[in-house]
């Protein structure tokens, strides 16, 4: 196995390992070393089918179970492999997305910030990518919050942030159905469990309200939270490539899809390891 860091604000490749087979135990260890230290890892020309996908996924960790809203509806594409889920905007006779997350630029966010324990990691692997746009983007929030102005950091250290979800939107949720979607409050800074770092754990798309705050007070704290951490010294994008496989340390990032066009097919296949309760 060969490791190649990026020269970005996190990100690495790593080489010289064929997921069609499931690492050995000492392997998956080195693995997990990597997405804890790089936040994003690489793993390029990948063949593996969905069950090979979810073999890797279980040696990381425990797939995420959960109960879902009634709301949410599970693509035919899922049913063969539970734990996989297809992002895709490939659309069937009918006119339906075979996967979730059809279409669009979906903003920066930390996956199931919503419920009480997040996931740990998630991942990635580009099976149809469209000829342009589409790409991801991953932001660096240990470095966001270290860079932070002592005084903006101020009014978030110590406090609870209300994230929110509307599985019918890539926008914000609209609060008026607040009692309808899934939520939970999480600390607006967190202490990575395995790294020990602090970690800003706010984000555009997900996070609305501020503990002890008034929605006004919050939203313009907030704004400025989220300006900060979205700048392009700590984001890593990412062009897909049929074949590229990127897992990544959900609690230390978020991550964003840019615009592409519809009619450009796009479908990468999902699965993710959970996690727990943070602090």
Not at 51 to 56: M, T
Not at 127 to 137: H, K, Y
Not at 141 to 155: E, G, I, V, W
Not at 254 to 275: E, N, P, Q
Request: net charge neutral; charged share 25%; with cysteine.
């Amino acid at each position: 196995m060969q490791i190649i860091p990026l020269e970005k604000p996190l990100g690495a490749i790593i080489d010289g390992v064929d997921l069609r087979d499931t690492p050995n135990k000492a392997l998956i260890a080195k693995i997990k070393q990597c997405i804890h230290r790089y936040q994003v890892v690489i793993f390029q020309r990948q063949t593996f089918n969905a069950a090979q996908q979810l073999s890797f996924t279980k040696a990381l960790g425990p797939v995420r179970k959960r109960k879902l809203p009634e709301n949410y509806v599970i693509p035919a594409s899922s049913y063969d492999t539970p734990g996989i889920a297809y992002v895709s905007n490939i659309r069937d006779e009918n006119g339906i997305p075979t996967g979730v997350i059809p279409d669009g630029e979906m903003w920066f966010h930390h996956d199931t910030c919503y419920t009480d324990e997040p996931d740990k990691f998630t991942m990635l692997c580009a099976i149809t990518v469209p000829r342009s746009g589409g790409n991801t983007m991953w932001c660096n929030m240990y470095d966001a919050l270290d860079s932070m102005p002592t005084s903006l950091r101020q009014k978030i250290q110590g406090k609870r942030a209300l994230n929110v979800y509307d599985y019918a939107t890539i926008e914000k949720p609209n609060l008026q159905n607040l009692d309808q979607l899934e939520k939970a409050w999480q600390p607006a800074i967190i202490t990575h469990p395995t790294t020990g770092r602090e970690a800003l754990f706010v984000n555009r798309l997900m996070t609305c309200q501020i503990e002890g705050m008034s929605l006004e007070e919050s939203s313009s704290i907030l704004e400025q939270v989220f300006d900060h951490a979205e700048k392009k010294q700590f984001i890593y994008e990412h062009h897909w490539t049929v074949g590229d496989f990127i897992v990544w340390d959900n609690l230390s990032v978020t991550h964003a899809r840019t615009h592409f066009k519809l009619g450009h097919d796009r479908r990468l296949r999902r699965s993710k390891v959970s996690g727990e309760k943070l602090n």
